[in-house]
């Protein structure tokens, strides 16, 4: 989508999102802050593997994603693409193939590249880019989620996954936006966060598990302990 126009976020929706940040209870919020520090990791091995969980919740549902992330959150990362396919494949929840191509390359980033994966924080988002540019299979979405499973409470960054694109009025979800669109919706996300003093990551998993009914993260951050 080069060269398109930005598309401006409709009235109604930045009145539905304003009144969210609003209206958000602090209790929730203390609750988020706590629940979340606990899904930050604590070792290099964990931090590894909220990337390789990101990659299970490609295009899969939730439960599918933490059965198939059970199945690999213990091999190492010199594991073999055949290796890391099969055990994929036998978790079920589908996309095997590009699932362990891009984890593969993962680990070849990890071993040969550490230094790819420490953050700029005073420009996440250029960053964030350059990370996903390097994470084969994974894209923008779900790399800023993997970096907002690692560091909740100070990214300046979030995932805006299809759920996130109609809160924010993009019409075709399937179809993706350009680079300078998700710069856009991301901005105006990051202002109201830091305008209401509360991080990015944890406004934006509070309103996304509001739109999934869920009162807390941890139906799915459970299976990542």
């Given amino acids: ?9 409709p009235r109604e929706c930045r009145k539905r999102i304003e009144s969210f940040f609003h209206n ?8 988020y802050l706590v629940d979340w520090q606990t899904i930050m990791p604590n070792n290099e091995k964990e931090e590894l593997n909220r990337y390789r969980f990101a990659y299970c919740t490609v295009h899969t549902p939730w439960l599918r ?7 690999i959150k213990r091999i190492k990362p010199d594991t073999t693409y055949n290796t890391l396919m099969r055990m ?10 590009i699932k362990a191509e891009g984890i593969t390359n993962l680990h070849q980033q990890w071993l040969n590249n550490q230094s790819l994966f ?5 420009d996440w988002q250029s960053w964030r880019n ?3 540019n390097k994470l084969k299979k994974l894209g923008l979405a779900k790399t800023s989620f993997a970096i907002e499973m690692v560091r909740p409470l100070d990214a300046q ?3 805006i996954d299809r759920h996130m694109f109609k809160a924010f009025g993009w019409e075709n979800v399937d179809l993706a936006c350009s680079l300078a669109q998700y710069r856009y919706y991301e901005d105006y996300w990051l202002e109201l966060s830091n305008n209401a003093n509360i991080p990015p990551v944890i406004s934006r998993n509070l309103f996304w598990d509001q739109i ?8 799915w951050a459970n299976y990542i302990m």
Avoid: H, V, W
Wanted: charged share 20%.
């Fill in 1 to 9: 989508m080069a060269g398109q126009d930005i598309i401006k976020i």
């Fill in 24 to 31: 958000i209870d602090s209790k929730d919020l203390f609750r």
């Fill in 65 to 71: 994603s933490c059965e198939q992330y059970e199945s």
């Fill in 88 to 97: 994929l494949k036998n978790a079920g929840g589908g996309m095997f193939s």
């Fill in 118 to 122: 420490t953050p700029d924080t005073d």
């Fill in 130 to 132: 350059n990370l996903a």
């Fill in 157 to 159: 960054c979030i995932c």
């Fill in 212 to 219: 999934q009914q869920q009162n807390s993260s941890m139906y």
